[in-house]
Nanobody
Framework: QVQLVESGGGLVQAGGSLRLSCAASGRTFSNLHLAWFRQTPGKEREFVATIMLSGGSTNYADFVKGRFTISRDNAKNTAYLQMNMLKPTDTAVYYC????????????????WGQGTQVTVSS
């Protein structure tokens, strides 16, 4: 019932910024918790950030705290990941995810996945 499409990835130099967007379909967007994950070739997908239904509660992986900000605009059915002070180690495919059950989302088994957008950070 929900389709997620990421955009905004690209190539940026270390220290630069990017804003990723996750456009969602469906009338139940506001009833879904949202998250961003990332994955590099040969490695496990890792949690980046999550935002709760109302947008009032967020949490982040330690390695992005102070640099990344997750947000959502329910009126636009869109989630965002603002990435500042990017490092080469941030290079990955970034995925948007959604679930109405938060534990599934944080465990990395959400009901809905986007196709991902590539972020490459050069030295």
């Amino acid at each position: 019932q929900v389709q997620l499409v990421e955009s905004g990835g690209g190539l940026v130099q270390a220290g630069g910024s990017l804003r990723l967007s996750c456009a969602a379909s469906g009338r139940t967007f506001s009833n879904l918790h949202l998250a961003w994950f990332r994955q590099t070739p040969g490695k496990e997908r890792e949690f980046v950030a999550t935002i709760m239904l109302s947008g009032g509660s967020t949490n982040y992986a330690d390695f992005v705290k102070g640099r990344f900000t997750i947000s959502r605009d329910n009126a636009k059915n869109t989630a965002y990941l603002q990435m500042n002070m990017l490092k080469p180690t941030d290079t990955a495919v970034y995925y948007c995810a959604a679930d109405d059950f938060f534990p599934d989302l944080i465990q990395g088994i959400p009901d809905y996945w986007g196709q991902g957008t590539q972020v490459t950070v050069s030295s």
